[in-house]
């Protein structure tokens, strides 16, 4: 542990909401452990006053700060991405990094347009990703029966162990239609899986969770109660993986998982070659 | 428009769930409107083994197709990513590309360990997003009440504006406890709002809608009836766009916009730095 830990300001600066930037910058910052960052986004920087905005920013922090800023760029247009290049700051082109040797490969120019990427608008896939929200919503924690048949997955699973963040994630990123269902100490008796899930068993997939973790996750909802106990989660968790191991179902632990990590994994095992937005 | 159009399948090959990736890529080929992609995300590359399965996937896909495909890659480990480096493709080495400028920036190591950017596992951060997105579940579309006093931000609008999705992504992405309250004709017939947001006024923001498109989306629930009619959508969003203007509350059009570019717009107006997962 170093005492002062190096600190250092971030922008993400982009034509467009700037998200895609944010989240890669995320992941190459990550890699450095010793330094701590302050990230700034800057999204719908689509003019040269703009742009000019920004560079005045990057220089102040650059100055009071006695450090030139990391800056990670998607700006398409080359002209304001010129601009900001000059800035008092370590310029990572993403953008114009990638695009020359994509234009080479594919012996094309490109359209040098701004902010297509998430710029769906009225379009078919943005509609199917609406409808797959509502569908996630309707079906979330078994409430709603009628419609299952249109699912592209039903997660399953004891109370509190993921499925609905999993669920959404799907809808919202890959336009994916998936229900949760919940499994109950009275399918645990009886030994089977819901008969309402019978006829969709080949769109099951099960998460579980350890139930330490389970414990506390419901202890946060309902503090020192059965349903939180210990001894009642180990008991849940137990018995939900050996139906799914007797019912052959894939199923895979939530526990040391996000749920970019769950759904990669579930749209795998069911497969499901779905592009994200 | 081209007869046959340039076709190229598109790798996306990463050592954790290769999301950003993919992103980033649909971000770049967006630019290039006169050619197809057929896009196939490789996630958990993790080892030597895994990787020389994906070189013998991309070889095959090139001689198929008699074309180099593209490869995206965010690979952590240079061992790994050399080895995919070499097979017949354009390489785009997001990671590799970009690692060494912050190094030197830094005047730091990277660590070059894998999986770190989405591997939030039991973290703090992990939980407030799974509490805000249990939150914005709890209070979608006013129904619960209770609570709202812990809202980051109420979004207000008419019925199927864009409210529910909107307020899921800020929760989902960005931790952000959104709460969503619809503005109904009895509030028109008033002139005022919801006397359950009064006492909320400096967390709200309104969306609103062009008529023609919320007739579109509602006729979709229930077709051909008066709530979807272009008729009763005009005097809605007409109603709800003055009490907003009269009560001075900011407000955008979803109209043309993705969830993202709401969502960063929503953001920015309401004043909230948060970083995207």
């Known amino acids: 542990m170093t005492p002062h830990p190096t600190e250092r300001t971030v922008f993400v600066v982009s034509d467009s909401t700037g998200i895609t ?19 700034i986004r800057v999204p719908f920087i689509d003019s040269a006053e703009k742009a000019d905005e920004v560079v005045a920013r990057i220089n102040r922090c650059a100055l009071e700060e006695q450090h ?34 994509v ?10 347009s701004i902010g297509r990427s998430h710029s769906v608008g009225l379009s078919k896939q943005y509609n199917n990703r609406i409808e797959a ?9 078994g409430q709603f029966i009628h419609g299952l048949e249109q699912a592209d997955v039903i997660l ?10 999993t669920s959404l994630y799907l809808a919202m990123q890959y336009a994916i239609k998936a229900a949760n269902f919940p ?15 019978v006829p969709y068993r080949n769109k099951l997939f099960g998460l579980s969770i350890q139930p330490v973790r389970l414990s506390e996750v419901r202890n946060e909802r ?7 106990s210990l001894k009642q989660c180990r008991y849940e968790v137990a018995e939900a ?16 998982r996000s749920i970019e990590e769950i759904s990669t994994k579930v749209l795998e095992e069911v497969g499901l070659n779905r592009q994200a937005y």
Chains 1, 2 share one sequence.
């Open 241 to 256: 993986e050996r139906l799914m191991r007797m019912e052959n179902i894939p199923w895979l632990s939530t526990t040391t």
């Open 133 to 141: 929200i509502n569908f996630s919503l309707a079906h979330d924690d």
């Open 68 to 101: 030139a800023p990391l800056v990670f760029s998607t700006l398409v247009n080359p002209a304001v991405a010129l601009r900001v290049r000059h800035a008092n700051c370590t310029f990572l082109d993403l953008f114009g990094t990638f695009i020359k040797p």
């Open 21 to 39: 930037a944010e989240t890669f910058s995320h992941s190459v910052l990550s890699q450095f452990d010793q330094a701590r960052f302050k990230s």
């Open 183 to 197: 499994l109950i100490p009275e399918d645990f008796e009886r030994r089977a899986l819901p008969t309402t899930l």
């Open 156 to 165: 399953i699973g004891v109370s509190r162990c993921g499925k609905t963040p």
């Open 103 to 112: 234009e080479e490969a594919l012996g094309l120019k490109s359209n040098h």
């Open 222 to 228: 309902r503090p020192n109660s059965d349903y939180a």
